[in-house]
């Protein structure tokens, strides 16, 4: 029987396509804006440079100081350098970190955003801005977050490393698995998850072997742009949040503690919604927790926390945090049972469902 619902789409304007990045003027003045700032890692600095350039005079200038976990103290100085060139926009190149920095400066200024994701962590498409302070990390949902434009060009993607393909692929794959049992999913939330993890399990394998693989790339960004709506339109449960805890309070790196974490989160809650998960099932094949482990074993993912700087003295204090506040999760746990799923994860295992 089909579940009472109710449907709120994104009023993010999605243009998806080969070279689609080089219309970016054309996009920012359809805005109306006219003074633009450019954001980047360092690492993508000269990126943004040529992005710069081929903007003209639309640009003020760029700001390569992006960062994973957005840490107010650099949002605090790119909102100083928004204000000294008296930006009216962003344009965020890069992933989730450079998302993020443009996120927090629209939140504190409201002028717009143009996010150009080279990654698949989802969050152009989210109304989530997640900020660092004095090691604390906090969450927050606001309509001025969300992205007014997202241009995803898959000839981008092309120079992403191997590595960091897998894990942000995963990233996204987790995504769609948790929307598949939100308590506030709907059928789009539900087909969009199913068809985004579909994708991307056909399209990570090959950009394993042939990381330029076009048609790959294009069916990855695909994926994760379907992924990350799930994100920004239903709740997260308890994989996103040891996530959100290991990130926060032990600085592993995101999609690493992702993509090891979701084969143990997610098969943990199968074995009370294994109904919901079929399409987990379904398109890996397998129990979903045991089915995920060894899809990410085969492109080469990392398996386990203990080798991303996590002790194992570390484990109950994170198993304390992850559950100090309560959220909704469609299986029970309690600090012992979160306490021996973060052991397996430290350790690799592969999980029993
Ligand atoms: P990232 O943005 O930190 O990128 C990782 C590295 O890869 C960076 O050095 C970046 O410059 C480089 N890179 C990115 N694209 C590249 C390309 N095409 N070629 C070469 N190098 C490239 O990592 P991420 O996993 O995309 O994002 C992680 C951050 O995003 C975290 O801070 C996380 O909290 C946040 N996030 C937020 C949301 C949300 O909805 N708020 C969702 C997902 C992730």
Redesign the pocket.
Known sequence: MTRNFTYQGSSARIIFGNGASMQTAEHVEALNCRRALVL?????AK?AEALAERLGALCVGTFSG?????PVEVTERAVAEAAKFRADCVVSL???????LG?AIAYRTDIAQVVI???????E??P???QTEGGA?T?LRSPK?LPELVIYDPE??????VG?SV??GL?AIA?AAEGLYAEDRNPITSMMATEGMRTLKEALPVIVVSRRDADARAKALYGAWLC?TV??QVAMALHHKIC?TL?GSFDT???ETHAIMLPHTIGFNAAAVPDLLRPVADIFGGSPGQAFYDFAKTIGAPQALKDFGLKESDLDRAAEIATKSPYPNPRPFDRASIRSLLQSAWQGDRPPH
């Not at 992006?66 to 957005?70: I, K």
């Not at 890069?94 to 993020?100: L, N, W």
């Not at 981008?156 to 490393?161: D, E, M, R, Y």
């Open positions: 980047s890692t360092p690492r993508q990126d992006a960062t994973m976990h957005t890069g992933g989730g970190s450079t998302t993020g996120k994701p080279t990654t698949y962590a989802g969050s498409v989210t989530i801005l997640g990390k969450t977050v981008l993607t092309l120079g992403l490393p960091i894990t942000s990233n995504h990350g994100l920004g959100h990130g790196p995101h999609a």
